[in-house]
């Protein structure tokens, strides 16, 4: 805390980490409101494209270059287990889709795992700019700046073309009621798959933002805790989904700078309360799960199509 | 009420098994018997790894069998079973490091202890659907890790409470052979009630709202009750198994019990589970077997983090795809075949044995 205004610093460091909650909560909301799967391997798919990061940086390939070579690996390890598991067990016997998922995220924080060798600490190459910037007397880095940015600006521009493409309408068909959407000739296994794909690119790009970022000047370091099937940020990441009723994309994204704020501004509290830091996000999440805020969100319709 | 009656399959399939009423005693509980006979007597062969292996796939069936209730016979996904083991292994060793408890008293409490954690648990969020219960009790799991498991009152402090191994008497038991044979007793016994739980009018009561909610409430169950009462029974099995943990270790250290740490155990737990067939109490045995041993054979923590994590979940989604019922249903399959060819089944059977045990025995020989 560099003095000055550390409200200011603590905030913006809210809405970086905020950001990033929201951009996971996006894609788990894409997945779950197209194909009824809530995605538990969420985090574990992410973490492939940051291994494949993590080597191509290694090999001196600078850091743009590899987060967009990195990328198509979380896209593919999304779409294939869709096609391959997801698929073909029916949507309706929940316990066994949950199973499912549960497996495929510890197949690839495994993988990953696996990669990564046994290091307790893997170091990141920052591939966002990492200098400091002065406003209004604060000492910011300038990194949680662009995190929070970039985060909102890929954020927007997928709402935006979630909104407007065909893509997006034919997408948001076979989230409402798929048969309808069949019958007006939206091919739902493709657009299925789709949603699979771009959920797990949000995936990836989250992960990308936040973890070479993560330490400040130094670079980020990956830790053995952030190599598990759920790492660290998937738990917020819920609770900004369910602000969003598990189906709302633009209520999903406020609800990742609610958890992001949350947890940071606690800090600036007196001195009892600063300890709820560590749990405000799980009690949060207890009071949206008795709200059932997905009733604020979906229409009947819809609902029914989830629970199918 | 008859079994026919109970419950109609709804059209999609649900998991495999059925309750059936009890029966006299078949050739399969002979068999079943030997089984477990020929198991106990098993770890001999490798020797003193064999026990010390012996003992963490039964304490792990312990924690299993609670995963085995709550998801297996009452269909509600619940990611905390570690930390319930938790809340059983930090009470163990508070009742004995500091009140002077001996085990056989501080294990019963450390099941009963478990008990409000489930009934908070429970009654906030039992009312919600599957999807929504798992993502309750992974935000329960990471809750209890930053209160409940940082309080030193409740851990003995970041080293842990030290716990010693019970003595029967006379008899001590704090040798691996002899605290192998006290938990295959115990798990023995705990897989035993669970069956029986199984066939039992709440266990019945539990598949009828597994299986579709509004049908049991039309037979007259109540279904609220019915799945915190499964919890409930689930935390105090996992809570058991947290006091056997405790005195395997001999220590009972919070730091597994943190989030994220507790929450990767707890997902290893339900996939082992359901590797061995999530709604058998054998189920739990089964699988502790499979993924214990080749954790323990496989080599040090980190190893077995990345191998046997890639194992466990290809062979889960094997499984989950083509057998839901797991190792028990493949094991079912194969005593039918026994029962229609008496030559064929019996070679496989004994082959698969065979080869997987001579694998294993290659295996310690190496390493």
């Known amino acids: 805390m560099s003095g000055g205004a550390p409200v200011v610093e603590i905030a913006l460091f809210g809405l970086s980490s905020g950001a990033v909650f929201g951009l996971l909560a996006l894609g788990l909301v894409l997945i779950y409101r197209t194909t009824g799967i809530m995605n538990f391997a969420h985090w574990a798919i992410g973490l492939l494209s940051v291994v494949a990061y993590i080597g191509l940086t290694a090999a001196g390939i600078p850091g743009w270059g590899a987060v967009i070579i990195s990328l198509p690996l979380a896209v593919a390890a999304g779409v294939g287990s869709y096609r391959l598991v997801f698929r073909k067990v029916s949507r309706a016997n929940q316990i066994i889709v949950i199973l499912i998922a549960i497996a495929v995220a510890q197949l690839f924080s495994s993988l990953a795992a696996f990669a990564l060798g046994f290091d307790a600490f893997t170091r990141l190459a920052p591939w966002l700019p990492v200098t400091q910037v002065t406003i209004a007397g604060a000492v910011l880095s300038a990194n949680e700046l662009i995190t929070a940015a970039a985060a909102v600006a890929i954020a927007f521009g997928f709402l935006v073309w979630f909104r407007l493409s065909t893509t997006g309408r034919a997408l948001r068909a076979v989230a409402q009621n798929p048969e309808a959407a069949m019958l007006a000739g939206i091919d739902e296994a493709k657009y299925s798959q789709i949603a699979w794909g771009i959920g797990s690119a949000l995936a990836g790009l989250s992960l990308l933002l936040v973890l070479p970022h993560v330490a400040g000047e130094q670079g980020g370091v990956l830790t053995a805790f952030e190599v598990s099937p759920l790492g660290t940020l998937l738990i917020p990441a819920f609770g900004a989904a369910l602000v969003g009723g598990l189906v709302n994309m633009p209520m999903a994204l406020v609800g990742g700078f609610v958890f992001g704020l949350a947890r940071e501004l606690l800090i600036l509290a007196p001195a009892p309360w600063n300890g709820l830091r560590s749990s405000i996000a799980a009690i949060l999440i207890v009071v949206l799960l008795l709200l059932r805020t997905e009733r604020f969100f979906t229409v009947r319709q819809e609902r029914e199509a989830l629970e199918a | ?367």
Do not use: C
Not at chain 2, 157 to 167: K, L, S, Y
């Open chain 2, 1 to 367: 009420m008859s079994a026919d009656v109970a419950v109609r399959r709804p059209a999609a399939e649900p998991l495999p098994a059925r309750p059936r009423a009890l029966r006299r005693l078949t050739p399969g509980h002979v068999v079943a018997l030997l089984g477990l006979l020929a198991l106990a007597a098993l770890p001999a062969a490798f020797g003193d790894f064999g026990f010390f292996v012996g003992q963490y796939v039964m304490v792990y069936a312990m924690v299993g069998l609670s995963v085995v209730v709550v998801t297996g016979y009452a269909g509600l996904i619940s990611l905390m079973p570690y930390s319930f083991a938790g809340v059983g292994a930090m009470v163990t060793g508070a009742a004995m490091a500091s009140w002077g408890w001996p085990f056989w008293l501080a294990a019963p409490l450390a099941a009963v202890a478990t008990v409000p954690v489930s009934v908070i648990v429970g009654a906030a969020s039992v009312r919600l659907r599957g999807l929504y219960l798992a993502i309750a009790t992974l935000t329960a799991a990471d809750f209890l890790g930053e209160t409940f498991f940082r309080w030193d009152a409740a851990t003995g402090g970041e080293t842990g409470w030290t716990v010693t191994r019970p003595a029967l008497g006379p008899i001590d038991l704090s040798g691996d052979p002899a605290f192998y044979l006290l938990t295959l007793v115990a798990a023995g016994l705990l897989v035993w009630m669970v069956e029986g739980l199984r066939t039992s009018r709440l266990g019945r009561a539990m598949y009828a709202v597994r299986d579709n909610e509004i049908e049991a409430q039309a037979l007259g169950i109540n279904v609220f009750k019915t799945k915190l009462v499964a919890l409930v029974i689930g935390g105090m099995l996992a809570g058991l198994g947290g006091a056997f943990l405790a005195a395997l270790l001999v220590t009972s250290a919070p730091s597994p019990f943190w989030s994220p740490v507790v929450q990767a155990t707890s997902i290893l737990f339900v996939t082992l589970v359901a590797i061995g067939g999530i709604d058998r109490a054998l189920g739990a045995f089964f699988g502790a077997l499979v993924v214990v041993v080749q954790q323990q054979i496989f080599g040090g923590a980190e190893f077995f983090f990345a191998f046997v994590g890639i194992y466990a979940a290809l062979l889960l989604i094997v499984l989950l795809r083509f057998r839901p019922g797991g190792l028990v249903q493949i094991g079912r399959m194969q005593w039918q075949l026994i029962q229609r060819r008496p030559a064929v089944g019996t070679a496989v059977a004994v082959g698969v044995i065979a080869v997987n045990v001579g694998l294993a025995w290659l295996f310690v020989g190496l390493s």
